[in-house]
């Protein structure tokens, strides 16, 4: 029960404004809200539980299940707290990313804020194309595809390659 009041001190102190706290016996429930259409929405849940010094988590819709140490717990909820701020573009807004972020704009990621699998940070890539959201498609060396969310995920310009 230790960590749990250390993570409820934690996410009292960074997130109360954000989410919705639940203690329900042993458990703690976080629910990360939106704001659609002026109205706020449930995004997901973390579900924390504690499992032999550890922290067993849930995160739903998505299903994802672990045991973590308390040291890993910020990133999940920096994440879910990252992503739940997400809005849509506008089509201004739009055509600026396009304008700034043209193909061939190489790049380099400082933090992507995916829970599954994330492009490590310090990748480099290039940019492909920026889609009808606004959301940058990008070639990483990696091989990896996902593509970045202005606004959300970081990462730098390092120049342009002329096509």
Same mark, same amino acid.
């Given at each position: 029960?230790? !960590?749990?009041?250390? &993570?409820?001190? #934690?996410?009292?102190?960074?997130?109360?404004?954000?989410?919705? %706290? =639940? =203690?329900?016996?042993?458990?703690?429930?976080?629910?990360? %809200?939106?704001?659609? +259409?002026? $109205?706020?929405?449930?995004?997901?849940? %973390?579900?924390?539980? $504690?499992? @032999?010094?550890?922290?067993? &988590?849930?995160?739903?819709?998505?299903?994802?299940?672990?045991?973590? +140490?308390?040291?890993?717990? +910020?990133? =999940?909820? !920096?994440?879910?707290?990252?992503?739940?701020?997400?809005?849509? *573009?506008?089509?201004? $807004?739009?055509?600026?990313?396009?304008?700034?972020?043209?193909?061939?704009?190489?790049?380099? !990621?400082?933090?992507?804020? @995916?829970?599954?699998?994330?492009?490590?940070?310090?990748? #480099?890539?290039?940019? +492909?194309?920026?889609?009808?959201?606004?959301?940058? *498609?990008?070639?990483?060396?990696?091989?990896?595809?996902?593509?970045?969310?202005?606004?959300?995920? $970081?990462?730098? &310009?390092?120049?342009? @390659?002329?096509?």
């Amino acid at each position: 029960m230790e !960590l749990l009041i250390e &993570v409820v001190k #934690k996410v009292a102190y960074k997130y109360m404004d954000r989410v919705n %706290l =639940i =203690i329900s016996g042993n458990s703690l429930t976080l629910e990360y %809200l939106y704001n659609r +259409d002026g $109205e706020m929405d449930l995004y997901k849940t %973390l579900t924390i539980t $504690e499992f @032999d010094g550890k922290l067993k &988590v849930r995160v739903s819709p998505d299903r994802l299940e672990g045991i973590i +140490d308390v040291s890993e717990l +910020d990133d =999940i909820i !920096l994440t879910l707290d990252k992503q739940s701020q997400t809005k849509n *573009h506008t089509q201004e $807004e739009i055509k600026y990313i396009r304008e700034k972020y043209v193909a061939g704009t190489k790049i380099e !990621l400082v933090k992507m804020y @995916d829970l599954i699998a994330p492009v490590p940070t310090g990748t #480099k890539g290039i940019v +492909d194309f920026v889609d009808d959201i606004g959301t940058i *498609h990008v070639n990483w060396e990696n091989g990896s595809g996902l593509g970045l969310s202005v606004g959300i995920d $970081e990462f730098k &310009v390092l120049g342009v @390659d002329e096509q």
